[in-house]
């Protein structure tokens, strides 16, 4: 896997979600492919940006800064990593997608640095499913909470559940990870009354049964990229 060029991995990448949805009875539109170029040079985001590919995802705000700041504006830019408070203004700034809030001060946070920038970022609450101590994300039974904080909130539109599967996970333990997110998005989603279409969930080695279990997201680096050094 991903030995090949950015743009041969990221033909092979689209073909399997486009296969995994057809084996899931989804359209292949109902999956957007976020590239995860952690780590990964200018050039090699330039090469996949020259694919085709326009969404990409960082975890660490200086790195963000630093592409955003040399790559063409029409890079739409996804902010998946854990995000310090003290770090809110240049991700707002910068990325359109938070895929990683997780408090109610980081909530607050971005709702009032969102309107001094006046900008309105698109936020996923993300969820600890796999009760791992290495992984960020509320409890799910704190989401609702966390939900009502988001939807007070005038500069933040609230658009879905993010979560990662368990790291050593079988195939059945990442499954039901992936299933409780959905569970959870759809039971908050009629208690609340409103769409909540998006679910992140999904990597280089478990993004078919993300979007088996309903991923409108999927988070994909090493596939696209090679491994990381
Ligand atoms: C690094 C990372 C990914 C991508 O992982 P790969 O296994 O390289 O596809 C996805 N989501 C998050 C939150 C990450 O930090």
Known sequence: MSTGSIEDNLSAVRARIQHACTEAGRTAESVRLVAVSKTVDIDAVSAALAAGQLEFGE???????????CLPERIVWHMIGHLQANKVRAVVRHAAWIHSVDTPVLIERI????????CCPSILLQVNTSGEDSKSGCLPEMTGQLL??????????????MTMGP????????????????ELRDSLSVSRGIPLPQLSMGMTGDFELAIAEGATMVRIGTAIFGPRK
Do not use: W, Y
């Open 148 to 161: 009502d904080a988001a939807l007070a909130c005038e500069h933040i539109s609230c658009q879905g559940l």
């Open 59 to 69: 975890n660490r705000v200086q790195e963000l800064e630093r592409k955003a700041g």
């Open 167 to 182: 790291l050593p996970g079988g195939n059945e333990e990442t499954r039901a990870c992936f299933r409780m997110l959905r």
């Open 111 to 118: 709702d009032r640095i969102a309107g001094e920038e006046g």
